[in-house]
């Protein structure tokens, strides 16, 4: 049975980001306008970048984990799940966070990322932003979309949560068409984020995935 929603405290969410942070600020926005049942209690930048704007406007704690020269994949972890620790998420949010972090343990089944294409297709490393859109119109690929998905040790390789189909329209640019795709990122990232909140989303020891009535959310436009 699923618990009452309305008896479940704030899902806690760490947010990871990059570069501006629109996602960051769509779910604090929506957070502040009582339509997710979550709070942002933290947000890790691995550079200085506008996103933590955003964090400032809020009153979110901030922190910059920096990647280091020469990159160490292992040490660069070390240092931001230090950081997580202190604020002690449930959810951990990709929100364009453009470098690899190795998920320990206890975050596994717990860090989810959107991707703006319909994975499999058009993900992995160096596949982000423009550049998938300037793919998918390269293919002649009639439908696109953007993906909300588990994260592993391998770029846009875990889980499907759920994805949302966009049209590829006669006459779309990589401009046009990145809009629609970020138009239907804001809806389905917030989709998951509740869905999670309401405890219907579950992920197994062994990385298993099971959404609860799933048939009854809508991912078309």
Same mark, same amino acid.
């Given at each position: 049975?699923?618990?009452?929603?309305?008896?479940?405290?704030?899902?806690?969410?760490?947010? %990871? &980001?990059?570069? /501006? #942070?629109?996602?960051?600020?769509?779910? !604090?926005?929506?957070?502040?306008? @009582? $339509?997710?049942?979550?709070?942002?209690?933290?947000?890790?930048?691995?550079?200085?970048?506008?996103?933590?704007?955003?964090?400032?406007?809020?009153?979110?704690?901030?922190?910059?984990?920096?990647?280091?020269?020469?990159?160490?994949?292992?040490?660069?972890?070390?240092?931001?799940?230090?950081?997580?620790?202190?604020?002690?998420?449930? %959810? &951990?949010?990709? /929100? #364009?966070?453009?470098?690899?972090?190795? !998920?320990?343990?206890?975050?596994? @089944? $717990?860090?989810?990322?959107?991707?703006?294409?319909?994975?499999?297709?058009?993900?992995?490393?160096?596949?982000?932003?423009?550049?998938?859109?300037?793919?998918?119109?390269?293919?002649?690929?009639?439908?696109?979309?953007?993906?909300?998905?588990?994260?592993?040790?391998?770029?846009?390789?875990?889980?499907?949560?759920?994805?949302?189909?966009?049209?590829?329209?006669? #006459?779309?640019?990589?401009?046009?068409?990145?809009?629609?795709?970020?138009?239907?990122?804001?809806?389905?990232?917030?989709?998951?984020?509740?869905?999670?909140?309401?405890?219907?989303?579950?992920?197994?020891?062994?990385?298993?995935?099971?959404?609860?009535?799933?048939?009854?959310?809508?991912?078309?436009?």
């Amino acid at each position: 049975m699923t618990p009452d929603p309305q008896s479940r405290p704030p899902l806690r969410l760490a947010v %990871l &980001i990059s570069g /501006g #942070g629109s996602t960051l600020r769509n779910i !604090l926005e929506r957070i502040g306008e @009582g $339509r997710l049942n979550a709070e942002v209690v933290g947000v890790v930048a691995s550079r200085d970048c506008g996103g933590l704007q955003h964090a400032a406007d809020f009153n979110v704690p901030s922190a910059i984990v920096e990647r280091g020269q020469p990159f160490d994949a292992a040490d660069f972890a070390a240092r931001i799940t230090a950081q997580l620790e202190q604020w002690q998420p449930g %959810l &951990i949010i990709f /929100g #364009g966070f453009l470098s690899l972090y190795l !998920l320990p343990e206890q975050y596994r @089944g $717990r860090a989810i990322n959107t991707h703006p294409a319909l994975l499999p297709a058009f993900g992995g490393q160096g596949m982000y932003g423009d550049r998938v859109h300037q793919a998918v119109l390269d293919s002649g690929t009639r439908v696109t979309g953007c993906t909300v998905h588990l994260v592993d040790d391998e770029y846009d390789h875990g889980g499907i949560v759920l994805q949302k189909v966009v049209p590829v329209l006669p #006459g779309d640019t990589v401009s046009s068409l990145g809009e629609r795709v970020r138009l239907a990122e804001r809806e389905l990232l917030p989709l998951v984020i509740s869905l999670w909140a309401e405890g219907r989303i579950s992920v197994d020891g062994s990385g298993r995935l099971s959404i609860a009535d799933r048939e009854l959310f809508s991912t078309s436009d």
